[in-house]
């Protein structure tokens, strides 16, 4: 269609610009888009990893410290209990006595019942009695093939510790069992204070190991010189956690501490100090590398260090799992975010294509009304056409008239009698007003209105101007007109189109009156609740039932060719709806059709 084309083609042209344009960096924004996506994935991984590492370390290190405590405390409870028991030993007189002479056999028997029996009744390990020199007098193993009995201890660090000072304590591997123990001695003395020797308790810790074996976690106890001598697993035992000088082996070699057990190093590398004496460690061993979390512990009193390594594993599968997640969260936002960016992006096409489709109706809309505003005025002129011979008439007749006053009024002015042609000339003027109102009423209805004219109009009125177009016709076909009329009827509307309409249905009535005897066309005018109805009946044959549905169809007509266009009764249903009305046609009961109109009714009031 011409009008939308100009439109049309300017939209596509600024359309197709700027989206040639953004192709063109497209494929950067994507690069650009992808790197941003990547790049966020990787920050969110590394951060969520991080922040899980930190949490798991200090959560582990708090539940290692604390398992670390428990286990200490267990460990000096034990040596606690035993503690007092060389000491009170000591002061057993049979004791005291056997160490103030030479030891014979029967007195060594006794004494060896004697320890055997406190040694089974205080559940220590070995109970051993030297002498002055060192050697074992009594011991309650005396009938194992381990004895001590006969054995010199004297370059054991405890005997050398109670000779000095009265007490001593030393852990080490037994030179004659090879049953690694911890040793408290107490001096025995006489009356006068004279050291007579040492009585000495050995305790061995296989309840303890066994008990700890039963967690996950490393638990290993080490010597002053860093040599871990209980652990609770195999393999953990005799191990050098630093390395040791000559002045340390020269001392080990002399005290016989680990006796024959090799001691091997074992190493580690701290991989990051966490503070409050826990660090994450890299253990190797022959099986591989494991990271540990580490925490130590000292025991004041023995030099010893409590140990408690713990598997980093779980921290790591923490991290990982944390990792993932984060990745997931990451993603699934990236996800949202292309989700909501792609609704708004359809949201705004649908919005683009609405607003293009609006426009297109409203151009559209603008091209048809100019149609039918057309149709209209074409069919309106055919209308007028079609009454011309009767409108010649209509103007002959009283040109006739005229003619003849006038030559009477110059003959009443030859005679003399000059107020009587004044009253002849009177009449001339109302005949000559006549034709001008009836000329300018013609003008008027003949001249092309816009649709969309609403003003307030008389609908009595506009049935007289369009009874007044087709008076000659009424006149000449000898049609009675009957009218029932409750005015003033006000409407809104185009009083030239609502006249065409009144013309088109006032016509059609007269047309189907042709050779009806008593021919009548009866007009009713009717407020009926909030509009006004008008019906215009005829006594003609009427509609014929097959065509009652196509009366308002364009081009619709039953009239020979040259007489009926069928466009009177289209054009009338859509002047009426266009008004916000109906045209109904319908056929009477007694004979003849019944054409309705029906309009809202315009206020009163002006
Ligand atoms: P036209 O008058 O040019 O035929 P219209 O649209 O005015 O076109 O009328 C269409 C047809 O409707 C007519 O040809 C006629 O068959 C029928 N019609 C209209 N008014 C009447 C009427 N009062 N009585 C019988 N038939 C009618």
Redo the contacts with the bound molecule.
Sequence with gaps: MAPGQGPDVLWSRSVRHPRAAMSASRPLRLIFASLLVLAGLALSVYWAGHHARQRALLVEAEAAHEQLGLYASSLRTLLERYRSLPAVLALDPDIRQALAGPVDSERQQALNLKLQQVNAAARTSTLELLDRDGLAVAASNWDLPTSYVGHNYAFRPYFRQTLAQGTGRFYAVGVTSGIPGYFLSNAVRDGAGRFLGAMVVKLEFPDLERQWSQTPDRVLVSDAKGIVFLANHDGWRYRELQPLDTFARLELAETRQYDRQPLSPLRHRTLEPLGDGSQLVRVSTEQGETDFLWQSITLAEDGWTLHLLRDAKDIQSNVMSARLAAAGTWLALVFLFLWLQQRRRIERLRQRSREELEQLVEQRTAALRTAQDGLVQAAKLAALGQMSAALAHEINQPLTAQRMHLASVRLLLDAGRADEARTALARVDELLERMAALTGHLKTFARKTPGGLRERIELGHVLDQALQLLAVRIRADQVEVSQTLSVPAWVLGDAIRLEQVLV?LLR??L??LAGIEHPHIAIHLRREDGDWCLDIA?N????AAE?LAS?FDPF????PVGE???????VSYGIVHELGGRLEAANRPEGG?L?RLVLPAASEEP
Aim: charged residues 10%; glycine residues 20%.
């Design positions: 088109n059609n009535a047309d189907a005829d003609g044959p009427g509609i065509h009366v619709f007509t039953t009239k009926g266009l069928g466009l009177g009764l289209a059709a054409f």
